[in-house]
């Protein structure tokens, strides 16, 4: 089985935002640019499949469990036209793995490589190989957590030529960052830096604020002061020390409405031309 269960209405709203710019991409560019690639860092299957519980059927109307099937970011990359030149699905899993090449079988004409491992030493490896100039391309980086390290986003500036979707987890971040300081150990500390690319958060985000009680004015205990927007606000400040442009982010929430996610566009082509038609691009589907 290589059923791959995930997501909920914000999954549909990041699919259908990174659908929209890869159409307007690939027409804007396609007559300009003999290589135009997409890379999907997080592939995943090609498909999402979407369970909905039974209902018993003493509960009126009762219902049998449903299962919906969906395209995940791989088969959408595919079925963008005019076409990408190459597409290129990195993914940890197997099995994940096994049904992309199932997919890929479906189109013998195209150039579609299959790279199995972790997306960082994944992207390495493929940015390395390359020569850059006269090519574009968009990457989608899609994790479940907090997966990308700052090294691997520095190599996608370097290059100038990709538009890279980026999906924050501002939850993985809250939840690594706990509010009390003493509870943070090496290895979230660590995590958090290595996704950052600098331990400036611990500063930013952590301070003794000032009460005036019945004792008077006094120093709370040490604690986590940034809210989702301050860390949201954070890693927009990184994503622009690195990256010529950053698009302002689309926050994707879980059913409750908790913020989970923040989806970001950064451009790493510094040209005014590249940028303008990016974000041109970008700004009117982020805004819709
Ligand atoms: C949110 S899902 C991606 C969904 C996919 N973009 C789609 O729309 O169908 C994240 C995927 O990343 C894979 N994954 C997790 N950690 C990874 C890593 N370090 N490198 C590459 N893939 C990873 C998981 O197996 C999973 O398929």
Redesign the pocket.
Known sequence: MSD?E??NVS?DLK?SLIEAYLKAFTIALRSQFQDLWYI?????????VIKQSAVPADLLPGMEERIERRR???Q?ALDVTPAFTRVIF????KR?CAALEKLKAQYPERRIDIVR????V?IRAEINALKWAGKRAVM?L???GM?VDWATLELIRETEAIDVWYLVSLAGLFRQATRDPKKIDEKKRTAITRMLGTDDWMNAWYDAPKVNDLLGEHDQAYQRIADVAAIEAFVDKRLKSLFPKVLPPKRLKNGNGVPMFSLFLAISNPAPKAIGLATRIASNILKA
């Open positions: 791959h995930f997501g999954t699919l999907d860092a997080f592939a995943g299957t090609g498909e999402r995940g970011s791989a959408i990195m993914e940890k899993k994940y491992g972790d997306a960082n994944a989608f899609d994790p479940y997966d």
